[in-house]
């Protein structure tokens, strides 16, 4: 008998590139460096697309939406969150959390986190309360320290 929940753990990094867009959550953050990707490189979707997909017990995002197809760029990661959803949700889940910590030492998030978690939950078709977004710094330690770029930690719980 499979458990009435699931439990999935995701992590994504990018380096910035000054001459993109940020998006994180499926928000634009306006005046902050974007990252690169063959995406539009939403590292929190990313995080979070491969928390799902783990919870499911299905392959990672590279599998389903692989860098090495043309389809995938330039994509809007909400429009693959999406589709990560409705596999989930077609194999009989559906997201009881998401819990992400945003690791950068630049831009600040607090003001755009109410704006990223209204997102996040219209995709993941859940309430707001069940979508967590801590922005958090690496205290000039390593490269995200360094400000090279951000990385993503991600846990995901699945309901049946």
């Known amino acids: 008998m499979s458990a009435p929940f699931r439990i999935g753990v995701g992590y994504d990094s990018h ?10 959550g499926g928000v634009e953050i306006p005046g902050a460096p974007g990252l690169r990707g063959h995406s539009d490189a939403d590292v929190l979707l990313h995080a979070a697309i491969d928390a799902l997909f783990g919870a499911a017990g299905l392959p990672d995002i590279g599998a389903h939406f692989p860098d090495t197809d043309l389809r995938w760029k330039g994509a809007d990661s909400a429009r693959l969150l999406a589709a990560c959803v409705s596999e989930i949700e077609a194999a009989g889940w559906r997201v009881g959390n998401i819990d992400a910590a945003v690791v950068a030492e630049t831009p600040k998030l ?35 320290g360094a400000r090279v770029g951000i990385c993503v930690h991600a846990v995901a719980l699945l309901v049946r």
């Open 15 to 24: 380096v910035f590139d000054p001459s993109r867009p940020l998006f994180l």
């Open 110 to 144: 607090s003001p755009h986190l109410p704006a990223i978690r209204a997102r996040m939950a219209g995709i993941l078709h859940c309430p707001e309360d069940c979508v967590s977004v801590k922005g958090k710094t690496n205290e000039g330690m390593d490269d995200v």
